[in-house]
């Protein structure tokens, strides 16, 4: 790979990082329940989702999800079930006791929040059979894969995180502004509706349109 198609690619995860999703979603529901620094092990969950992502279009399997409508269709409806969990989990949130002290902040276990972003991205097939379409181009074909696999990886990983820090840290800032417990039972609910619409989104997806 050389730098100038390096150069394309970083302009392409930006791109790619900076529009709203499932992952940007999660990371400001993080934020605004439990805090930047406790929140921010949901981006961790995401970025490791999206090297297993990497891992499946690098070793071949993504081409399955491209060509087998099972295979697509199952990992689709779990994603869809998975949002849907996340939406009635939001909307249930109680408010918060936003005193001085943050004792009364949800305590989110770490390995839970990285579980959650995991799965968000791992359950995502059209995902997969994106990179499938899109990294090739950048791929120089007499080159070794592996080595260009790893710059990739790395690439979309570190942009991804500072993305997904700054969802995070803004939705954290709003955390501090929320006084009334109406205030947050709204935003609340609107999370709980952006979880609902991306998994609407994602039963919309087909394969062939992939």
């Known amino acids: 790979m050389t730098i100038e198609t390096w150069l394309a690619f970083l302009v392409a995860c930006w791109i790619i990082s ?7 979603i999660a990371s400001m529901s993080s934020g605004l329940n439990y805090g930047f620094v406790r929140g ?3 981006a961790l969950g995401l970025q490791l989702g999206l090297l297993l992502q990497i891992g499946v279009v690098a070793a071949g399997v993504g081409a399955l999800l491209a060509t087998s409508e099972l295979a697509f269709t199952l990992i689709k409806w779990f994603g869809v079930g ?4 996340l939406a009635w989990r939001q909307w249930r949130a109680a408010p ?6 943050p004792v ?8 839970n929040l990285v579980l ?8 995502n097939p059209k995902a997969v059979v994106f990179m499938l379409a899109v990294l090739p181009q950048f791929l120089d074909l007499s080159r070794p894969l592996i080595t260009q696999y790893l710059v990739i990886a790395a ?15 803004l939705a954290a800032r709003v955390l501090r502004l929320l006084r009334s417990p109406r205030q947050q039972k709204i935003l609340n609910r609107s999370f709980a509706g952006l979880f609902a619409g991306a998994a609407g989104l994602l039963t919309l997806v ?3 349109a992939a």
Do not use: K
């Open 18 to 24: 900076l529009s709203p999703g499932a992952g940007a």
């Open 40 to 42: 921010y092990w949901t």
């Open 82 to 85: 998975y949002l849907l969990y």
């Open 96 to 101: 918060m006791d936003m005193s001085i002290t």
């Open 104 to 111: 009364g902040r949800p305590i989110g276990r770490p390995l």
């Open 116 to 123: 959650r972003g995991f799965l968000i991205n791992a359950s």
């Open 155 to 169: 690439t979309m990983v570190v942009v991804d995180l500072i993305v997904m820090a700054g969802y995070t840290g």
């Open 206 to 208: 087909r394969r062939t």
